[in-house]
């Protein structure tokens, strides 16, 4: 390592550490919390990701337990010994589990074939029920008319078994952006979304200012959060601790807080994923791609900062 590096680094890590007591006052000011009971139902759950953990699942829910998790939030396995894996991991730590299911294929019928099989899968097995069916649904290119299938199976399915099936905001796919997502709210009635509008503010270049409107429509179809900290250059901020983000930071806490208000009013469960990613959702540094903060410990940050703020 260069001299010139070595002094950049520990100047870096310098610098983090003076700023970190004005990011958490940061974080103080986000005020009111919304705490309290709330009415009989209601129910916070906080799941951890394993995008990015290197260890086995059972490392995996070991470290989310011990953290202080509810659950995970995990792709549901096709293979037989990694649905056991998972399932004997899950009752060995005690966890909760929401599966995420999608597809991958550039072509509409594959790809809804692989979509129906995969949720089916999910929603049927009798080991242990999810607390919710996280769809990757659809693709950006597919019209409108091509997407609307895997909308209908899925509302089919949820009535069919009784576990929530959201849509997530999620670029590359059907609800990619918060116009899109508009048009397939006003067509059913029964459309449930996960709320990751961190890619729609990527998406639309803004902190969605001037489509106030359409996000309101939005937050009242949320089933599911997923707590990422998005900007308009970007899915994800490298650190949401930093001061520099605390606008942004407060955007995306005021959209959170409206969903957790009306489910804490409704007597309702809310479930909320801390998914911050690895390189290269987590920005690095040239030529080592090393990451500019720690994943793990900003996803438990995160949660321990909501399970304060909606306990």
Request: net charge neutral; with cysteine; aromatic share 10%.
């Amino acid at each position: 390592m260069s001299i010139h590096r070595r002094r950049f680094l520990q100047t870096t890590a310098t610098t983090t550490a003076a700023f970190m007591l004005s990011s958490l006052e940061s974080f103080a000011d986000l005020s009111p919390a919304i705490t309290g009971p709330g009415e009989t139902g209601y129910e916070l759950i906080i799941l951890a990701t394993n995008w990015g953990f290197t260890g086995s699942i059972d490392q995996f829910c070991a470290a989310a337990k011990k953290e202080g998790y509810d659950g995970i939030e995990v792709w549901w396995p096709t293979g037989q010994k990694e649905q056991d894996e998972l399932f004997t991991a899950l009752k060995k730590h005690k966890l909760a589990v929401g599966f995420l299911c999608g597809g991958s294929q550039a072509e509409q019928p594959a790809h809804l074939k692989t979509f129906m099989e995969m949720v089916t899968a999910a929603t049927t097995q009798t080991i242990q029920k999810p607390l919710y069916i996280n769809c990757h649904s659809g693709r950006d290119h597919f019209s409108q008319e091509l997407n609307r299938p895997f909308i209908e199976f899925t509302n089919r399915q949820s009535v069919k078994t009784g576990i929530p099936i959201c849509h997530e905001t999620h670029r590359g796919r059907m609800l990619f952006a918060a116009h899109v997502t508009r048009a397939f709210i006003k067509e059913y009635a029964d459309l449930r979304l996960t709320f990751d509008v961190s890619h729609w503010c990527n998406v639309h270049e803004s902190m969605l200012a001037d489509q106030a409107e359409t996000v309101a429509i939005a937050l009242e179809r949320v089933s599911h959060i997923h707590a990422r900290i998005g900007h308009p250059e970007g899915p994800q901020v490298n650190d949401p601790r930093a001061p520099e983000w605390a606008d942004v930071l407060k955007q995306h806490v005021t959209w959170w807080d409206t969903i957790v208000q009306r489910k804490k009013k409704a007597g309702e469960r809310v479930t909320i994923l801390t998914e911050f990613g690895p390189p290269d959702y987590m920005p690095t540094l040239a030529y080592t791609r090393q990451p500019l903060a720690d994943q793990w410990a900003i996803n438990v940050f995160m949660m321990q900062f909501l399970r304060k703020r909606y306990q």
